[in-house]
DNA sequence: GAGTTTGAAACT
DNA sequence: CAGTTTCAAACTC
């Protein structure tokens, strides 16, 4: 809305009317100038008007606007290439290029429109004119379409690279409207040119988070961009390599409905080229370059209906179009929906928890990432993370832990954020790394983070499952068993680990990510597995069954209890947060010392209400003998014995812990998923899965990094401010001495065998000290309270 | 990587 | 509600 650019923008426009050379220009050509002002005035003050609610789209753009920065680079001396190849139009491109770098020489610039547009015809010249404010770039950008189609496919790939950085600067909107512009450029080409010579200053002024945005327009651009433009796209591929897959794994997402909701206009590449986009991916196979188109019009949709307007006022066919737009933001809609879902779930009515919420709710989604883009645009990169980014989920999911320390960082610096609620920082699960997805990812979950920080706990935790469903789709179309090693070797970080159903077609509460009210993603090596979005009907309809059955059986299994103010209020103070299984183990064999006890993997205490044999919880007895009390001394010594004879992993995550609470910087790159289980659960060994989220539900008030880890896998069933509140508000009953004696007593264990003596869940007993982290430590209730408040929002 | 163990979930 | 079966994760080799 009020972002610096639109001041630029209209800054420039002043003074080409001003500059003598404008003038002199105006007088030697036909048109006059009157109208390209006129014209410009308008769709400035639409586009800009609109720019607002367009940047309300998602994350998306803060993100990658650093790398398209670097792809601006690239694109500028593809640009020559193109120019080259369609000779006379060498020129212009390169004229063309020059002005979107150097927008000061606006009377070169029109100059060159100028001419351009005759070269091009007289509509093109208008398109220009209207678009006085991108005056130069515009006529170059027609010059291209005109020319060649080599050349139009070309600019179309700069122009879409440009807008890229505008939306990462600014708002994704505008790319998306680029976008169009484009592809009716062969009638109009003028107005892409709009796009560049925004995009240009506004990536300077700007300075957003270019790399988030990046893979979006990357995605855009690849997809855009002709195979005829190789050079260039060559370039924009490599950048854009992982963002192209990130698009995939969108493009997987949306169901063919969506696509055909799109409307072809949008589709037909620029200049009648609807071909052309489709032979732009050489990679992406026709069907997917639908797809393709579709989500770049979601970004287009992001634009914002503003940007439709302007375009509207060039052509009564752009005007058509915006009903058009409107659908796709719905598309895109959709895509941040699965990934916010667990926010959304909230807002879901039912009580039915994550399924509903997780599957439906474009709609609601769509409200949802409205709100969340609006803030990520106006502000600066701390907006701009703020807003969900829709890749970020799948980040969270695919990063690994590298990436994911790297996203961490990102968000400790962005401090307040981390702050937060900081179930949003857990969302990034960094689970299993994905390679080129992972960095890219990783930026988006940055962004996320900030979003999530923004919007608050509830966005987070629902936009890392929603994520992950979206990882978990793309990836589940690999193999099975690729997927399952991607996870194990990920890593330990074992967050990203998913299900490995072979019979229950993930309909069951076997499934993990079923349970958890998650689609399957890419991590999960299930076979038949219909929960994804495309069965989203099955999916309902299951967890219907199963809840009418059980209300809670989506319920998070462990109910945990935290402050929200963990790092600040807990302390001593506070009571400590309580945790313990909803329903209790019935261990005979485990002694409820092995992950097999879900009370122990959710690092939870035995309780009264378990029915186990020989119970020897580390966490805590069912008789209660140990952890909380004494914190140390009982549970050391049923720590030792349990570390030794049961799990050496265990003391493994402790000293990582350890670590990681030490060095926090170190810390954060450590997988989230795990920081955020062990934090509350503990000792899992580095290889076991951290308990699910929704097993483990816990709402990390505190410390945003551990919070962040915490969450983990989000539940789209809890949304964290209710949660919170509830949590809070109602601690569980049993709860306080569980709580007391998981916190304790996992840390004590933990100290024992940690020199550094960095207790995970008790906060309390050793961590007075540090109230960081005992935020982190305290323990969360995400457990059915939670469920009923993920319907709300 | 395959096989075993385990306990929750589902079924009867 | 109890017993049995099914299932997939956890674990072991």
Known sequence: MDTPERNQIGTPISKFEDSPVFNYINSLSPIKPVKSIHITQTFNSLSFASLPSVFTSPHVSSHKESRFLIRHHFSDPSKPEFSSDNGDKVNTNEEVMDAARLCDNTAELQEKNFDTGSSIGEASIEPLNEHSNLPMELPRTLKYDCGSPDCKSTAYHVIETDCLSELAGTSASLVPFVQESFKKVPFEGEVHIQGMCQIGPKKEGTGCDWESLISDAADLLIFDSPNETEAFKGLVQKSMDPGESFCSSLKLRFPQDDVSDLPKTQLVGPLGSGEQHEMEDPSTQPGEVTEVKEIDQTQESLASISLNKCMASNTSEQMENEPAFNLHRGMRRRCLVYEMAGAHIKNLDNGSNCSSSMLSQSDEMIASADKQLVPFKSGGDSSRRILPGIGLHLNALATTSKDYKVVKHEILATGGQLSMPSSSASLHSPTSGQESLNKLLTLASSEKDPSSAINGVEVTEDASQATAYLASEEFNQNSPKKKRRRLEHAGESDACKRCNCKKSKCLKLYCECFAAGVYCIEPCSCQECFNKPIHEDTVLATRKQIESRNPLAFAPKVIRSSDSVPDIVDESSKTPASARHKRGC???????????????????????????????????????????????????????????????????????KDEEQNNPDSALPAT???????????????????????????????????NVQRLGKPNFLRPQSKFEKQFQTVPEDGLPEILQGNNCSPS????????????????????????????????????????????QP
């Open 586 to 656: 019935n261990c005979k064999k485990s002694s409820c010392l092995k992950k097999y006890c879900e009370c122990y993997q959710g690092g939870v205490g035995c309780s009264i209400s378990c029915r186990c044999e020989g119970c020897k919880n580390a966490f805590g007895r069912k008789d209660g003998s140990t952890v909380l009390g004494t914190e140390a001394e009982p549970e050391e010594e049923e720590i030792e014995k349990v570390e030794k004879s049961v799990d050496k992993s265990l003391q493994k995550t402790l000293i990582q």
């Open 672 to 706: 989230p998923l795990r920081l955020c289980r062990l934090s509350v659960q503990l000792p899992f060994s580095s290889k076991g899965k951290p308990p699910r989220s929704s097993f483990l539900t816990t709402i990390g008030s505190s410390s945003g990094l551990q």
């Open 748 to 791: 004590s264990g933990i100290k024992s065998t940690s020199p550094n003596s960095k207790r995970v869940s008790p906060p309390h007993c050793d961590f007075g000290s540090s109230p960081g982290r005992r935020s982190s430590r305290k323990l969360i209730l995400q457990s059915i309270p939670s469920f009923p408040s993920l319907t």
